[in-house]
């Protein structure tokens, strides 16, 4: 018999329709400890969680007591027995960050990105951990790598960066370096983190020290979460890495063995939910970081030599610069001319194209691209395949796009060449000089070529893929 949740006045919090019928059925509620029964045998074990209101009405969400959240079918439940009750109310708790003159002074910029952070499941808010003192208290290694100082710039979601925040983080990054930071984290959502990591290339260069952009691929409430690993990996980074570039530091495996340095120009999210979802593109990674010293006492294994090195002695250069009127355009068959006519009439002064193959539109867009650039816009060709280089010289189509005026970029990103264009822009309005600016790399967009083993498609289920999965999967 299950116990009398009337008297709970947060019972129902956020349920109606079929699924309040079913907690009123078997008298559970928001905060239970049930065992759940489906009607295929299935037990759900777990604290039933509150539900925003414009969700749907047909699942009860469950909190399994392993730390994953699973939605139930309201429809399918035959039995829901309370066990227990348990309301959180989550605090996250803070302890004075300790200071010690023999380590680096890192600064941690925050965008809005929850790297450290747990949920409210009574509202159901996202608490973030952000200060010194609660990032301590959540993740107390960070006081052995560094000195911390924190400072939120604004809390935006990453689909929401823009070139407003992307002009204020390279002001601040300058600032924080003028003060004599040793190294800077960025903390920032995992979606648009390359596209961040690539205008900052542009927007701040020469720096003297590291900028490491973080984030997490599963949130800090889950035991999978890589959240904890990633920050940690990242402020060492920032404190002792002899790379002063703008990187991406998250996981390399799928396991938590290390994690990678990624170049801001290169890196891309290559999947939506693996925790080792960032890959360098056309490159070779910078390096590995891993939370355990080698024998030797390194953290790093440098993958590259290649690398601007860390120099305090070296002022930076910083250009906050970002004209918002530039596009990213996917070529595919049956692309209609009037979207660039649209877009040179609407006064968009950038185009970039994913071409086809070796950087191929179809024919019917020849006029349209004519009348474009005669108008003023730049446009330039990357490949949509990302690995290769647009080498329009080779067929008759891209020499005819070539006299038409398209500028090729080699082998640059389309993500990195969209926010390339609009920082050069955002600087000159000159066509030759437009176009000289966009061919010189200037953080390694565009490479000389591309190292011989970094392209690998092991396609899933042919045997030798299978043999070599089990060889090493761990």
């Known amino acids: 018999m299950n116990p009398d949740t009337t008297e709970r006045p947060d019972r129902l919090q956020g349920y109606r329709g079929p699924a309040m019928a079913v907690l009123d059925r078997f008298g559970v509620g928001v905060w239970s400890e049930v065992e759940v029964t489906n009607d295929d045998g299935s037990i759900f074990a777990g604290v039933i969680l509150p539900r925003n209101e414009t969700c749907d009405d047909l699942h009860i969400v469950i909190k399994l007591f392993n730390g994953y959240n699973v939605g139930v079918a309201a429809s399918r439940v035959v039995r829901a027995v309370e066990t227990g009750y348990r309301r959180a109310v989550y605090k996250i708790p803070e302890k004075d960050f300790p200071f ?78 003028e003060q004599g930071a040793d190294g800077i984290v960025i903390g920032h959502g995992t979606d648009t983190m390359a596209h961040t990591g690539a205008i900052l290339s542009f927007m701040v260069q020469q720096s003297p020290v590291p900028i490491v952009l973080v984030g997490s691929q599963r949130s800090s409430d889950r035991p999978s979460s890589d959240a904890a690993l990633n920050l940690m990996n990242a402020v060492r980074t920032a404190a002792e890495c002899d790379i002063a570039e703008v990187m991406l530091c998250m996981f390399g495996p799928t396991s938590d063995n290390y994690d990678l340095l990624h170049r801001g120009t290169r890196c891309r999210k290559m999947h939506s939910s693996y925790r080792s979802t960032f890959r360098t593109v056309g490159a070779t990674p910078l390096a590995t970081v891993s939370r355990y010293a080698r024998e030797d006492g390194g953290h790093f294994t440098y993958l590259t030599q290649d690398v601007l090195r860390r120099d305090p002695s070296r002022r930076p250069v910083i250009t ?121 790399a200037v953080n390694h967009e565009i490479t000389p070529r591309e190292p011989h083993n970094g392209y690998l498609i092991l396609q899933g289920g042919l045997p030798e893929v299978e043999a070599f999965v089990q060889r090493h999967w761990k």
């Open 100 to 177: 010690d003159p023999r380590k680096k002074n890192v600064t941690l910029l925050g965008t809005g990105g929850t790297i450290a952070s747990r949920l409210d499941y009574r509202t159901g808010a996202v608490i973030p951990a952000f200060t010194p003192g609660e990032l301590y208290g959540a993740v107390p290694e960070l006081a052995d790598i560094a000195n911390l100082k924190t400072k939120r710039l604004f809390g935006v979601f990453s689909e929401n960066m823009g070139p407003e925040q992307y002009k204020a983080l390279a002001v601040a990054i300058g600032e924080e370096i």
């Open 320 to 440: 906050p610069v970002f004209e918002e009127k530039v596009t990213i355009q996917y070529y595919y068959p049956n692309f209609n001319p009037d979207i660039i006519d649209s877009l040179s009439g609407l006064g968009y002064r950038g185009l970039v194209i994913a071409g086809t193959g070796l950087g191929h539109v179809n024919k019917p867009l020849y006029p349209a691209i004519r009348r474009a650039v005669a108008r003023g816009m730049t446009v330039v060709m990357t490949v949509q395949t990302l690995w290769g280089f647009a080498q329009m010289y080779v067929y008759d189509t891209g020499r005819d796009l070539l006299d038409l005026g398209i500028i090729p970029l080699d082998n640059m990103l389309p993500e990195t060449a969209y926010m390339k264009l609009a920082w050069v822009l955002g600087q000159t309005e000159d066509p030759a000089r437009i176009r000289e600016m966009m061919q010189t």
